[in-house]
């Protein structure tokens, strides 16, 4: 029966006669699902039958493409030529619109998919802009309910926050700007934790952009993750935990999702959220914040989860937030749903989970007693419907707590024996490792020291870790992140800035600076390696594909320099990218370190015209982009 269901709901494949291996664009999904309507459509306290038929109308709508810009130092820029480009667009109805709840007005909402916008002539400016600005790291892709987990963490510069499951990253990428944006120093460490390796590369590409050396990127299981390191439990200010979920409230999205549904899952997937939110409670410090998010609708994978912890940990509160971000809409957390066995029955007992063996279905699944619901406030839980705000579907709930539980260690000790095996490393997996504990520490700091004249400067060689994957790429990170590579007991990926590079051109120092990390330590560098440059010295560079000659005054700084890694800074109030700096490469003559989508990147912002060649040349995604719509 089960079997048929799935053959008849699996999505149908279009035969290309190109013989090609199909592409997503390929298929058919059928965007239908008669299991998870009739679930859905029980489900009364959640949404009512008017309710229901609006969703499901929603569900089979375009999504609307959103967007946020990353805040750094070129966000101003960015924002006025966005502005320029939107003015441009004759139709209105066509012009991106602001979110009006995402704070500092920098994360936009198009009323068309990436499909129709491919299509549209009058968005094709916009949308070379967004290619290009997304691939420089400029411009995050994320779906406009995927942005609001980390809004309701009310993270601070001082905080230490983990992010138990973090890859691709653009939760995380928004947690390391909220460190980053006071005026004060970002004092806080962000660690980002996924159980996939592979993905945890992910997490790497997404959030070096950010270039911030507050972050470290862990490999564990979340449900395992150390709550001991030595003596010290590890405690932090904010947890998120975004858990793995059914995600059906990705279906606009992942039309293939529809097929992929059914009751189990969820039941399934309860079980593994409940072990990594009471993993969560043991990280979260006495009155920290942590959210619990989930992007599915499913109250078993939601509320269900949520009440888990009420119950367990009386130390726990759920936030009143309903205050916070009054311009986002939501429904309020439910206390009452029906449970379902695997054949679509309705179950009203509690199954007692050690007499029936049979029991796939844990007592936790069901919804709280009315004691319990009194107690446990579920309606500060949100859900964000589609049709509220023309999104996709997802579930926030944010807890606080209020108590310690280091009291509970010794319980937390003996059920660890039960929790799933750690993670095997896989060949290529490598760590991160203290710089100062590897072969060669004296050397290669010596060089670096001279060759760069940090002799006499505050830069700290001990916050230097060599990637055990040798490619010789050496990463900064603040002391606090670095305290935790030296302890080893955490299975520390990556994370940092990706400062130096091993090179093997040049005489005296074989290590590169990448622009990457540069501007967030260049001001601790000697003036041995700096050269003072103006705005149209540097487009010179920009445009040009071998070294140049740049003004008899620079030159003649650079004559004396040996061959290899130099500093430039611009000098020159009227340019928007004043006071940055940008590595570069002295040999006759002077050349700089920019990948070509950074390059595209630049010209866009500076409004320089790239050399025809490169100018029509796709990028990347614009290939794929092509390839897609073929
Ligand atoms: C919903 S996604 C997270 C999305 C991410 N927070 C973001 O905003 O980009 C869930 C992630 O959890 C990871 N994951 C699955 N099981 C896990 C576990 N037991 N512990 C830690 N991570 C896990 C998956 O690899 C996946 O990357």
Redesign the pocket.
């Known amino acids: 029966m089960e079997g048929e269901k799935k053959e008849e709901i699996q999505q149908e494949e279009v035969k290309k006669d190109d013989g090609r291996k199909p592409s997503k664009k390929d298929y058919h999904y059928i965007t239908e699902n008669p299991e998870m309507e009739k679930f859905y459509s029980q489900q009364t306290s959640i949404m009512n039958n008017e309710e229901f038929k609006e969703y499901i109308e929603t569900m089979h709508k375009t999504l609307p493409t959103t967007f946020r810009l990353t805040r750094n130092e070129q966000t101003p820029i960015i924002k006025e030529e966005l502005k320029r480009l939107i003015n441009n667009i004759d139709n209105k109805q066509e012009r991106p619109v602001e979110l009006s709840w995402y704070p500092g007005g920098i994360a936009y909402q198009l009323n068309a998919s990436r499909g129709e916008i491919q299509k549209n002539k009058s968005l094709e400016e916009l949308r070379r802009f967004i290619i290009v600005q997304t691939e420089a790291g400029v411009i995050s892709r994320?779906e406009a309910v995927?942005m609001i987990?980390p809004l309701f963490l009310n993270v601070k510069p001082y905080h230490d926050v983990l992010?138990?499951?973090?890859?691709?990253?653009?939760?995380?990428t928004q947690i390391l700007e909220m460190i980053h944006s006071g005026p004060e120093e970002a004092t806080g460490i962000v660690i980002a934790?996924?159980?996939?390796y592979k993905?945890c590369e992910l997490l790497d590409h997404?959030t070096k952009r950010l270039q911030s050396p507050n972050i470290i990127i862990t490999n564990?299981?979340?449900?395992n993750y150390p709550i001991k390191i030595g003596d010290q439990f590890m405690k932090f200010d904010r947890v998120?935990c975004?858990?793995?979920?059914s995600?059906d409230g990705t279906l606009r999205k992942n039309p293939d999702a529809w097929g992929k549904w059914n009751i189990m899952r969820g039941i399934n997937l309860h079980k593994?959220q409940c072990t990594?939110m009471r993993r969560a409670v043991r990280l979260v410090k006495s009155c920290g914040r942590f959210v619990y998010s989930?992007?599915s609708l499913n109250p078993y994978e939601d509320e269900a989860v949520v009440a888990f912890i009420l119950r367990n940990y009386p130390q726990i509160r759920l936030v009143d937030v309903s205050t916070e971000l009054p311009t986002l809409k939501r429904c309020k957390g439910v206390s009452s749903w029906k449970v379902f066995n695997k054949e679509g029955e309705e179950l009203t007992i509690k199954p007692d989970s050690k007499e029936d063996g049979s029991s796939k279905i844990p007592s936790t699944l069901f919804p709280p007693t009315e004691e319990e619901a009194k107690r446990f406030r579920l309606d500060r839980c949100m859900r964000f419907l589609p049709q509220l705000q023309n999104t996709g579907g997802f579930f926030v709930a944010v807890l606080e707590k209020v108590g310690d539980l280091d009291c509970d260690f010794k319980e937390e000790k003996q059920k660890r024996k039960k929790v799933?095996k750690p993670i095997k490393t896989r060949k290529g997996d490598s760590r991160l490792m203290p710089l100062n504990m590897t072969e060669g520490y004296e050397t290669i700091t010596q060089t670096i020291k001279t060759f760069y004249g940090l002799e006499g400067s505050t830069f700290d060689f001990e916050c230097l870790g060599l990637k055990g994957d040798g490619k010789g790429t050496l990463h900064y990170l603040i002391k606090k992140g670095m305290d935790l590579v030296r302890i080893n007991e955490l299975k520390i990926v990556g994370g940092g800035l990706k400062l130096f590079r091993k090179h093997s051109v040049g005489q005296n120092s074989n290590f590169r600076l990448s622009n990457e990390g540069l501007s967030a330590v260049a001001h601790l560098f000697g003036e041995r390696r700096k050269l003072e440059i103006r705005h149209e010295e540097f487009v010179k560079m920009l445009v040009s594909e071998s070294p140049v000659q740049l003004s008899d005054e620079v030159m003649e700084r650079a004559k004396n320099m040996e061959v290899g890694c130099v500093i430039f800074q611009i000098k020159d109030t009227t340019s928007p990218i004043n006071k940055q700096y940008f590595s570069g490469w002295k040999s006759k003559g002077l050349s700089l370190f920019v990948s070509k989508v950074d390059k595209k990147a630049l010209c866009q912002n500076l409004k320089i015209e790239l050399p025809k060649n490169e100018l029509h040349e796709d990028s990347d995604s614009e290939k794929k982009e092509k390839k897609d719509e073929n």
């Not at 564990?220 to 449900?223: D, I, K, N, V």
């Open positions: 994320q995927s987990p992010d138990l499951c973090a890859a691709p990253g653009s939760k995380t934790n996924d159980s996939d993905r997404q564990h299981l979340a449900q998120l975004d858990v793995p979920c995600g593994t990594i989930t992007c799933p």
